[in-house]
């Protein structure tokens, strides 16, 4: 026992992703009966700190090219080759109701919209697979509406019906009307919390003099009369 030794991680950096398959850093050293280290090693290892990744929404325009992917930068690393991905779609819903989804055909991590169709719109899922141990690492939902181009620059006036136009001009007509009287009432109300406290001070002024008079008559005679003996 007195020779036994043990390798354990003396220090690790936090996850490269926050879902998903990621990387990072890790330090281990070999502690002996003493405590002592020796023959530390720096390696890279992977790590999962989450494999569900949530929802991204993305709204794009009829014609244009859009493309998304299963894995950013940071989790592919030099083993893409490590990671399987199958791919389902619930078209023209945005939804993460697993029952809803069917077979997407593709077996990238990325998919192209070249160019995109309102038929594309609807709720993509990708899971990955490790190769290694055939567990799923991640899963991620893509929310894509697909909208025509002219309804990016609609005007909101224009848009509008005659009895809408005459609609919104009488709420305007009435916002204006009110709000003159609201105005005159708070002037009202400050003309009259100001006469209220300049009368407050008023009557101070006035008591502490009424006071000081009073004071004065009491003490006089007093004091008369101690000079008269």
Same mark, same amino acid.
């Given at each position: 026992?007195?020779?036994?030794?043990?390798?354990?991680?003396?220090?690790?950096?936090? /996850?490269? +992703?926050?879902?998903?398959?990621? %990387? !990072?850093?890790?330090?281990?050293?070999?502690? =002996?009966?003493?405590?002592?280290?020796?023959?530390?090693?720096?390696?890279?290892?992977?790590?999962?700190?989450?494999?569900?990744?949530?929802?991204?929404?993305?709204?794009?325009?009829?014609?244009?090219?859009?493309?998304?992917?299963?894995?950013?930068?940071?989790?592919?690393?030099?083993?893409?080759?490590?990671?399987?991905?199958?791919?389902?779609?619930?078209?023209?819903?945005?939804?993460?109701?697993?029952?809803?989804?069917?077979?997407?055909?593709?077996?990238?991590?990325?998919?192209?919209?070249?160019?995109?169709?309102?038929?594309?719109?609807?709720?993509?899922? /990708?899971? +990955?697979?490790?190769?290694?141990? %055939? !567990?799923?690492?991640?899963?991620?939902?893509? =929310?894509?509406?697909?909208?025509?181009?002219?309804?990016?620059?609609?005007?909101?006036?224009?848009?509008?019906?005659?009895?809408?136009?005459?609609?919104?001009?009488?709420?305007?007509?009435?916002?204006?009307?009110?709000?003159?009287?609201?105005?005159?009432?708070?002037?009202?109300?400050?003309?009259?919390?100001?006469?209220?406290?300049?009368?407050?001070?008023?009557?101070?002024?006035?008591?502490?003099?009424?006071?000081?008079?009073?004071?004065?008559?009491?003490?006089?005679?007093?004091?008369?009369?101690?000079?008269?003996?």
């Amino acid at each position: 026992m007195r020779t036994a030794t043990a390798r354990v991680s003396i220090s690790s950096t936090s /996850c490269s +992703v926050t879902c998903g398959m990621g %990387y !990072k850093v890790e330090e281990t050293c070999q502690i =002996g009966p003493n405590g002592e280290r020796r023959y530390c090693d720096i390696q890279k290892v992977e790590c999962l700190t989450n494999w569900l990744c949530g929802m991204l929404h993305f709204t794009i325009l009829v014609g244009k090219p859009f493309e998304f992917q299963c894995l950013s930068p940071t989790e592919i690393g030099p083993e893409i080759s490590s990671f399987s991905y199958s791919w389902r779609i619930a078209r023209g819903i945005i939804t993460t109701d697993d029952a809803l989804f069917k077979p997407f055909k593709t077996t990238g991590f990325v998919i192209k919209l070249s160019p995109a169709k309102e038929y594309d719109a609807g709720t993509y899922r /990708c899971d +990955v697979q490790f190769m290694r141990t %055939y !567990k799923i690492v991640k899963r991620i939902y893509f =929310g894509i509406r697909v909208i025509p181009g002219h309804l990016v620059d609609l005007n909101f006036d224009q848009s509008l019906t005659l009895e809408q136009h005459l609609a919104s001009e009488k709420e305007k007509t009435q916002q204006n009307a009110t709000s003159v009287p609201v105005q005159k009432q708070q002037h009202f109300w400050r003309q009259r919390t100001l006469f209220v406290f300049l009368i407050g001070i008023g009557s101070g002024v006035v008591g502490g003099i009424l006071l000081h008079i009073f004071y004065y008559l009491v003490k006089v005679p007093n004091n008369y009369g101690y000079v008269e003996e």
